[in-house]
Nanobody, 125 residues
């Protein structure tokens, strides 16, 4: 069992930066593929970034590539999403997710079996 709690969201202006954190409980965190997803009002949940258990492999949605960085600290059971050059279209609820039975990075939300409650990110123009 893995429990995930996101933090770090807020209201910022376009061009600003934010760092989201996702604290995980459970002994198996270091073996889980982790991902960040987001959902804007009226839209489906979409993939943002994923990272392998070791941190060696990462993958990003085209819309955030070059602006967002996913990282993890297995000693602290925490995964991060560093967001730079934020745009109004990045406004969404951001969710952290864990995939406990896959071996490598995944972009489909259906392959993640644990989810956090989400944290709101609002970017004003």
């Amino acid at each position: 069992q893995v429990q995930l709690v996101e933090s770090g969201g807020g209201l910022v202006q376009a061009g600003d930066s934010l760092r989201l954190s996702c604290a995980a409980s459970g002994r198996t965190f270091s073996s889980n593929v982790m991902g960040w997803f987001r959902q804007a009002p009226g839209k489906e949940r979409e993939f943002v970034a994923t990272i392998s258990w070791s941190g060696a492999n990462t993958y990003y949605a085209d819309s955030v590539k070059g602006r967002f960085t996913i990282s993890r600290d297995n000693a602290k059971n925490t995964v991060y999403l560093h967001m730079n050059s934020l745009k109004p279209e990045d406004t969404a609820v951001y969710f952290c997710a864990a995939a406990s039975y896959v071996r490598d990075i995944q972009t489909s939300p259906h392959l993640y079996d644990y989810w956090g409650q989400g944290t709101q990110v609002t970017v004003s123009s």
